[in-house]
């Protein structure tokens, strides 16, 4: 079936530190990939997507490409914030589906 | 541009009962999908509703059930609650069905069952 696979967390990072969260997927057809963010009792917000191979989303200084032959969605950001702590979870759809399967989220804490 | 809305925040009900959660689309949306967030992990997909119809189902009991309304409006019901039903449940609105649309999400129903 199809699946998402996160880095485990939690990631401690220090403020302007380079961030990378990785994520693979295992996919029966062909998927769209997001990054979904969670703010500390908040739902989740769409951070970015990629709906093709070798695609590059980005948003807020975050970035992900679609890595057909890896499989793979890393998110990354060359100098996080304090304001980044949060739990991030990679997901993807496949074309013609009706859910979302997500991993299982990555905890990001920021410290000044 | 109104986004999803969710009631109530939180509800707190004992083993047995059942329970009524709501939704209300994002302007435009006439998709709503349910998804059950356990504490510390990613979200679940319960079902989707697509026009006032059930389009897809995941791996849930049929103690689980829905209903989408003309204005795409929905509830998730949940009947004869256990404790593991305990979680966030999130609602998420998206533009149609079929295509692969980014979901937007409201800020969850926390469901305690004691």
Request: negative net charge; charged residues 15%; contains cysteine.
């Amino acid at each position: 079936g199809d699946s998402v696979t996160q880095m485990e967390g939690p990631v401690t990072l220090s403020e302007e530190a380079f961030l990378t969260i990785n994520c693979t997927y295992t996919a029966t057809g062909y998927p769209s990939l997001f990054w979904y963010v969670q703010y500390p009792g908040e739902g989740l917000q769409l951070l970015l997507k990629a709906t093709k191979a070798d695609d590059k989303g980005s948003n807020k200084g975050f970035e992900a490409t679609y890595r057909k032959e890896t499989t793979s969605f890393h998110l990354e950001k060359g100098s996080v914030q304090v304001s980044d702590s949060a739990v991030y979870f990679c997901a993807l759809i496949i074309q013609g589906a009706q859910k979302l399967v997500f991993g299982q989220g990555t905890r990001l804490t920021i410290n000044p | 541009e109104t986004g999803v809305t969710q009631s109530p925040t939180h509800l707190i009900k004992t083993r047995g009962q059942q329970v009524t959660l709501r939704c209300s689309s994002q302007s435009g949306h006439n998709t709503v999908s349910w998804y059950q967030q356990a504490l510390g992990q990613g979200p679940q997909f319960i079902f989707q509703y697509y026009r006032e119809e059930e389009n897809g189902r995941g791996n849930f009991p049929p103690r689980f059930s829905g209903l989408q309304f003309p204005n795409y409006s929905s509830e998730l019901n949940v009947n004869a609650l256990e404790l593991d039903d305990s979680a966030l449940y999130l609602c998420a609105s998206s533009p149609g069905s079929g295509a692969p649309h980014e979901q937007y999400f409201g800020p969850g129903t926390r469901l305690t069952v004691t």
